[in-house]
Every structure is written in C-alpha cells, then in structure tokens.
C-alpha cells in the first residue's frame, strides 16, 4: 500500500507521470487566468463557458458521425466545444453592450440556454441511429484516471501555451481589471481585451471538460485565484500563487483518486483546492481572517491605552496645587469616558502589563513614571491635533484622521512649535481647547 | 408525431414549474444574483445523497428536505465567504457550490456500488415521465409533478402578495429597508429560501434545466419590456409558460426533421426560452435592438432638422 502511495506521489509511473503532469499544468494555466478573471468580477465565467460548450460538443459528435468518423475524436469534440463557447461569450458580451442587462444577467442567460440546448441537441444524439454516444457524460464529470496519453499530451500543451499568453498580456489585462474606464479613454481596445481573456478562459474550460470535467472545472478557475487573494496584495504574487495552489491542488488530486482507486478524480481536486482555500481565508497574511483580527485587536488595544493614559492625564490637571503624579479615583476614571466596565477593566489590565501603572486597586489606581511622561506626551499630542485642526481647518482636511503621535511627523516641526506656542506654556498646557466634556 | 394528452399534461407541468421559478426570479435579476438559481441546483446534490444515506429510501420528502437544506447552506456559505472572507459574491458562490458538487459527486460515487442513485437522473430529471405518475387531487387525477409545482406556486404567489411592498423595497434599497425597520437580511434569507424551496421542488421534479433557465431567462426577458415591478412579474409569468409550451412543442416537432423521435423536453424549453429573450431583445418598445436604432437614427436627424427648420 505505501508503495502504491509514494509510487503515485512521486510519478514513477510513466501513464500516471503524463496524467498527474497534464493536470498539474492545467492547474497552473487555470490559477493565472482565474486571477484575472477574479479581479474583473467575472469569476463565475467557467461556469458559463463550460455549460456554453455542450451544444457544440453534441453538434460535433453528430456531424463527425454523421461524416462516418468515430464521434469521440477528441479534437474534433474540443473544436466543437470552442466554437459554441465562443459564440456563447459573443452572445454575453452583445446583451451585455447593447441593453440595460447587467454582467451576471448575460451570463445567466447564456448559461441557461446554452445549456438547455446542449441537453436537447444531446438527447437527439444519443438517439441518432448507428452512434455510440456512450461515454459522453464523461465530459460532465470528468475522467482523469482512463485519459489516454495523447488527450494528456494534448492537454497539457494546450494549458501550457495559454499560461504563457496569459502572461504575455499581463499589462494589458491587469489594465482592464484594475480601471477599464481609464484603458478605454488611454486608447485600448478594452473589448477586443475582454474578448482574448475570456478566448483564453474558453480554451481552459474546454481542455479542462476532459481533464476533471464540465462543473469542476469551474473550481478550477475560481478557488486557487481565490485561495491566493488571501495571502498578498501584489498581482505577480497573486499570480505566481494562484498558479503553485493550481498545480498544487491538481497534483495532489490526481494522486488520491489514483491511490484510492474508483473516486472520481475532479471531484477530489476540487476538495483538495477548497481545502487549501479555507486555509487561506483563515491564515492567510494579507486579508485572511485571523491576522485582520489580530491587526483589530491590535488597534484597539493601542487606541484604549491612549484614552486611558488621556483620561487620567485630564483628571489629574483638574486637581488643585500643581500638576503631579498622585492616585486617581478609579470611579471618576471610569466616569470620564464612555466605555464599559469590561472595556475599561480590560484596559487597565494593559496598561499594568505595559508597566503604565504603580498601583490598581479597586478604589485608585496610580500612574507609573512612564505611565506618566506617556500620558502628557499623549494629551499634548492629541490637544496640538484638536487645536490644528480649530485654527487651520482649511488645510485641515488633508491631515487630519490620524494617530495622535503622528503628530511631528505629519504637520512639521515648524508647526509644531507654533501649535505649542498658541496652546499657551509647552510645559503645563492649559485645558483642552474645547471643553471637555464629562458625563 | 401528433400532440396527446400526455404531451398536455408535460407541457402544464413545465408551465407550472417555469411559472414558480418566474416569480422568485424576477427578484434574483433585480437583486444581481442571478447565478443563484445555478448555485443551488448543482449544490444540492450532497443534499439528496445524504438524505438517501440517511433514510436508505429514494422517497421524495426527505430528497427534498435534505436538498433544500443544502439549498439554503449554499445561500449561507456564499453570504458568509463574501462578508468575513471580502470575496467577490459570484467567485463565493463559484467556492460553495463547486465544493458542495464535489462532495455529492463522491458521496454518490460511493453509493454507486450498492444502490442505484445515477448522477445524471438526479441532475438532468425527466419531464417526460412525469404523466405515468398520477396523483388524485380531489375529483381530478394529475401528474404529482404538477401538483408539487402548482403548490410551490401558490406558495410563492401569496409570498409575494404578502410581502410585496418589503420584497420590492429591499431589492431596490437595502438601506431604506433598514430605516424603515425590517431587516434587509431577513428579506435577503427569505428570498433565499424561496429560492432555494422552489428550485430543489421543480429539480426534483423536472430536472435542473427548467429552474436554471426559468429563474433568469423569463425575468430578463420582462426587464426589457418594462420598467414597473408589477408588469415585470406578470411578463415573466406569461414569457415562461409560453415558453414551456413552445418548448415542448419544438422537442417533439424538430427531431423527426432529422429521422429522431425526439428530445429532451426541458433543455427545449430552455431554449425557447432563449428565442421569446431573442424576440423580445430585437421587438421590444423602447429596449429593443429596433427602437435603440430608430431612436439613435431619429437623434442623429434632429440637429439637421432643427437647423433646416423641416
């Protein structure tokens, strides 16, 4: 058994080699051109080519038996298949530019009609006297494991030439992705564009029906581009990832249903690419979910260590004698902001772990030293916004909307010192130049 | 080859189901979310093998509870990789319904060597069987396709009836939604819902073309002949019956031309559905291929005119 295993994995044998290998590649071409694709909101497009391409694959398996050729010629299928899948996405982009029809209304519509022909032009071939339409349907879920040598070879060309054009034209799609309106008014022929992008995702499709067939295919275009939008913001990146998860998620795929014997191989692909994929929407480091909240929770923490240390600051200036470091009630600190009493506890927590506090006790807590400078570093910072942006309000609105300790950084020494000028003493600054308002 | 009663009885039963699907499509259209009706079909299938696993019997309640739970999961799933995950919505669809396919696949693959559940019965669906399953309703006897879509049907209409001005707003304006004080989501899930319910009833009964086609093609049909919700629902009612009939109509007329009894209903239907949008996209009154160039034509005119003086 683990021979079987390592002997899959590892490709020793040559039949397996040229199938797992063809699938890899149409893995790789399927992640580059599903990123684009997915950037221009068109993810759902392999779904509409692939339901698009059965009339033609029908109408050629009758004309190549009607012309007394076996019907299951495999490039006269794919021809067949690329002719209705283009005049499938003509259709969609005619309804789409000619009336007030939105994307996903052509597509549906090109999709369901196409379809329904498909399966009627189907039900007449199976019927046609002297036609063994038998084997069809594998076009529907596909039939990795029984492909023969030359369809592998066959595919894995083909994946490997549309990979390569996709990144021939990466400027101009990642254009048309990006701002389809600026390429339009720079001079590009943006439908012309649209129309080689979706040719390039027709010929996927269409060597994928084979491959891991008609519906899972539509995986294949979607979830490594998804899978990869969680990890970077770069389009090369994205690209690149897109393309590894693809070959990734293929070559594990084809592995395990060669291993496990008679489970269909798209199927398992498919489970492979959306487990990857749930991984990825939660880890992964540009826009998964866990470092988005590690990124709020971060936020959060800093913003209520600076309303803390603020509050405390405020109460101590109110006190009477000269400002120094004493114990504040906790009551009236709690009662200086609206925050709630978990939120507020929470945050005095923080602060004795950062070393801001000497002492927190249930009646009165008391400022460390650094707690201390931090707090009137604070408040001094926060009072030059508040007051940049009462006097200045006209240049304001560029600056304002940030960190209070950006302070120096955005407005300038120059200002700075003028700000600490009109708030009065830069050692001991007076109130808050709006009152203060406490509940 | 000449029309009975049993091609009566196909051509109501598609009338019925393209009717309920109509309804509940018009909305989909004018919410962007056509490709649900797509979605849910092909997701559904998980649905119905573990409803076979679990009850060992290929009856059709518990099919069509376990579908349209998978039905509505898939609306779920999709809402929520869209939100937590900031996916586009069709590429999040595109995610559950693949993933939830692949495992019906494999589910199915495995009762294959015990039972007879076949993946392409379950997906394409006859509706030309339907009349050798009679039911009696009462003093009539009609085929149990036909019942169950005509009761969806109704469902749906008295939905809709119900809540016409909440699902009307909520299409157009989810925030207004809000401010008036029902939930936005809730009118959201319950169009799901319906969608789903309707679908999985039609697919278990005449097979996942009708639904697919049903939900967009009659809906996008009506867009282009009005502007008001109320004549939009009506011309959808009216272009998908129509269609079912033509539909059934063509599948038993075009094949003999080629020496073949004939085809598949459903998928014709479909593409009828295709020609009354053809139709429709070239004749229509002011969204016409037709009336654009008259008026592009008429425009291009006018300056000459206005300066002439005619």
Known sequence: MLDTITDVLFLKDHNTR?????????????????AFLLLRKRSLMGDVLSHATLPGLGLAFATMTALGYSGKSLPGLLLGATISGALGLLLMLAIRSTTRLRDDVAMGFVLSVF????????????????????????????KTASMVLQDAQLIGGVALLISVLAVLFKKEFTL???????????????????????????????????????????????????????????????ILLAALIGALSGWLGASFSGIFGNMPAGAIIVLVAATIFL??????????????????????????????????????????????????DRNSLFEHRSWSRREFNR????????????????????????????????????????????????????????????????????????????????????????????? | MSWTTFDTWIAVTGMLCAISCAIPGCFLVLRKMSMMGDAISHAVLPGLAIAFFATGTRDSLPMFIGAAGVGILTALFTQWISQFGQVDRGAAMGIVFTTLFAIGLIL?????????????????????????????????????????NGTILLVNLVVVILLFKELLIS???????DTLGFSPGFMHYLLMTMVAVTTVAAFESVGSIIVIAMLIV??????????????????????????AWLGHYLAIRIPPLFGISDTSSSGMMAFAAGILFTLAWIFAPNEGLIARFMRNRGGRDQPARDLTGV
């Open chain 1, 18 to 34: 040229v199938v797992v290998i063809s699938v890899m590649l149409l893995g790789v071409s399927s992640g580059v051109i599903g």
């Open chain 1, 115 to 142: 379809f329904g022909l498909g399966v009627a032009v189907l039900g007449m071939v199976q019927k046609m006297p002297g036609a063994n339409a038998a084997g069809l349907e594998s076009f529907i879920y596909g």
């Open chain 1, 176 to 238: 048309i992705c990006f701002d389809d309106g600026y390429a339009a008014a720079q001079g590009w022929p943006v439908i012309l564009l649209d129309v080689v992008m979706l040719a390039l995702v027709t010929c996927v499709t269409v060597i994928g029906l084979q491959a891991v067939g008609l519906i899972l295919i539509i995986a294949f275009l979607i979830i490594p581009a998804t899978a990869a939008r969680f990890w970077t913001h770069r389009l090369e990146y994205m």
């Open chain 1, 279 to 328: 991984f990825s929407m939660f880890f992964g480091r540009a826009r998964g979910l866990v470092p988005r909240l590690q990124d709020q929770l971060r936020l959060k923490r800093r913003v209520g260590r600076q309303h803390l240390l603020r509050a405390a600051y405020e109460i101590l200036e109110q006190q009477p004698g000269p400002l120094a470091n004493v114990p504040v």
């Open chain 1, 347 to 439: 945050f005095l927590a923080h602060a004795q772990v950062e070393d801001h506090l000497e002492t927190c006790t249930d009646d009165e807590i008391l400022l460390s030293e650094s707690g201390f400078g931090e707090a009137a570093r604070m408040t001094r910072n926060h009072r030059l916004w508040e007051l940049y942006l009462i006097r200045h309000a006209d240049i304001a609105p560029s600056h304002v909307d940030r960190d209070a300790d950006m302070v120096e950084h955005i407005l300038g020494a120059e200002m700075v010192r003028q700000l600490e000028v009109e708030l009065g003493n830069p050692g001991h600054f007076s109130s808050s130049p709006h009152t203060i308002s406490s509940k």
């Open chain 2, 108 to 148: 199915i693959v495995r009762a294959a060597d015990h039972v007879d559940l076949d993946a392409s019965c379950v997906l394409y669906g006859a509706i030309e069987l339907t009349p050798l399953d009679m039911v009696r309703l009462g003093p009539f006897e009609l085929p149990r396709a036909a019942a169950v």
């Open chain 2, 171 to 177: 299409s157009f304006d989810p925030g207004l939604t």
């Open chain 2, 218 to 243: 009659p809906a996008a049909t009506a867009l282009l002949i009005s502007r008001r919700l109320v004549p939009i629902i009506i011309i959808a009612c009216g272009v998908g019956s129509a269609s």
